[in-house]
């Protein structure tokens, strides 16, 4: 099972000491990020604008799992989607969940297709990022090859 995350936790960031309040407010927030993530927003997006987790900074992404490597709580939620789909809010014992199950590779399956419109944002995120980095590198080395430093005598 490949999954992405978005948790949020009633400790986590700009919520309220009082406990019953934050939890409140807590599960109000991720309410509307599963609205959103089912209205079609780009998943990773709403993992790196609203989620407390630290998967939040690639977007929500945790990798592949093993079912039998799963807790309970997310397995139940994981397992029963298909590839592409948005699991209900789950209550996770330090605050809710939702994830998007990206793919699953079955016994005798090979791995399942995923709609080219719920990957292409971030795709495109990926290829861009790394053309930044590259454009950056060859300039940063340009700089440092053409730099002249005059040292001072005392």
């Known amino acids: 099972y490949y999954i992405l995350q978005i948790g949020v936790s009633p400790t986590g960031k700009d919520m309220p000491q009082d406990p019953i309040e934050a939890a409140m407010l807590a599960r109000k927030k991720i309410d509307k990020v599963h609205a959103l993530a089912l209205e079609g927003e780009d998943f990773g997006f709403l993992a790196r604008q609203y989620s407390d987790l630290p998967s939040a900074i690639d977007g929500g992404d945790i990798g592949t799992f093993e079912e039998d490597e799963m807790a309970a709580y997310m397995r139940d939620a994981v397992t029963a989607l298909k590839s592409g789909e948005i699991s ?9 969940m939702i994830f998007k199950l990206i793919s699953y590779t079955g016994e005798g399956q ?4 995923v709609p080219y419109d719920s ?5 495109r995120e990926t ?4 053309e930044t980095d590259q454009r950056y590198t060859t300039w940063i080395e ?11 005598a005392k």
């Open 88 to 96: 209900p809010v789950i209550q996770a014992p330090d605050g809710w």
């Open 110 to 113: 090979g791995a399942a297709k």
């Open 119 to 123: 990957v292409k944002d971030e795709i």
């Open 127 to 130: 290829l861009s990022k790394q």
């Open 142 to 152: 340009e700089v440092r090859s053409s730099a002249y430093i005059k040292k001072y």
